[in-house]
């Protein structure tokens, strides 16, 4: 299965191809150009592979929470090219994917992810990650200050994302149960890939139209 991943919900803009067993990436720290750059860097991932865009089978995106902007910018790129390519969408936590990264670069199954939502929250996620990039949320996603936070079940947690450092009492709080390695890790599009297969395989992709994003904000005012 030929796979194309898209990230935009942070600072970072990323896309990945992964095309059988290969991986081809383009990545960019640049903030505010991602719709400037992330066409171009699809062009220069399917380039690369020598791979035609209508064999891509699976498109693959980080559905948020994260930057409204970015989030959005996403999720529109993605919408158009799936409906162009008659090609099923598979949305992805973008927290998952961050929880999928520092399984990557530091090892640790077992990742707390907390990312700075301004206006004194964060966005909170805790994740398994299997030694094949599989990430599987832990309840449930969530927003809130983070003093508000419950923390994960027991001991020996990773943390990763800017809340950490946004929060440093966060990270005194839950000092005995999460060691805090990667604070300032963005989300990457490879990171979205195997957890897009994953959930493909169980039936949860979707059409390009019901490719949707994921604030958290929103939801939780709307609930309450």
């Given at each position: 299965m030929n796979i194309l991943a898209l990230e935009t919900a942070t600072d970072g803009c990323s896309v990945a191809l992964a095309v059988t067993g290969t991986l081809f990436c383009r990545q960019s720290s640049e903030p505010r150009i991602h719709a400037r750059r992330v066409l171009g860097m699809v062009d220069e991932c399917l380039s690369e592979a020598s791979?035609?865009?209508a064999n891509v089978d699976l498109i693959t995106f980080g559905r948020g929470p994260?930057?409204?902007?970015?989030?959005?910018?996403?999720?529109?790129?993605?919408?158009?090219?799936?409906l162009g390519l008659e090609c099923p969408v598979m949305p992805v936590s973008s927290l998952a994917a961050a929880a999928v990264g520092?399984?990557?670069?530091?090892?640790?199954?077992?990742v707390a992810v907390c990312?700075?939502?301004?206006?004194?929250?964060?966005?909170?996620?805790?994740?398994?990650?299997s030694d094949n990039g599989v990430a599987e949320l832990l309840g449930e996603e969530s927003i809130a200050g983070p003093d508000a936070l419950p923390g994960p079940p027991a001991p020996?947690?990773?943390?990763?994302?800017?809340?950490?450092?946004?929060?440093?009492?966060?990270?005194r709080r839950m000092d005995a149960d999460v060691e805090v390695l990667e604070p300032d890790l963005l989300p990457e599009a490879r990171d979205l890939i195997e957890t897009a297969r994953a959930a493909y395989d169980r039936g949860e992709a979707v059409a390009a139209d019901a490719a949707m994003p994921v604030y958290l904000r929103e939801q939780v005012a709307w609930r309450s």
């Open positions: 791979l035609a865009p994260g930057s409204f902007t970015g989030v959005r910018i996403a999720t529109a790129v993605v919408q158009g090219l799936a520092v399984r990557r670069q530091r090892g640790g199954g077992r990312v700075d939502a301004r206006m004194d929250e964060c966005y909170w996620g805790l994740y398994t990650v020996g947690w990773l943390g990763v994302g800017s809340g950490w450092h946004r929060y440093p009492e966060l990270a």
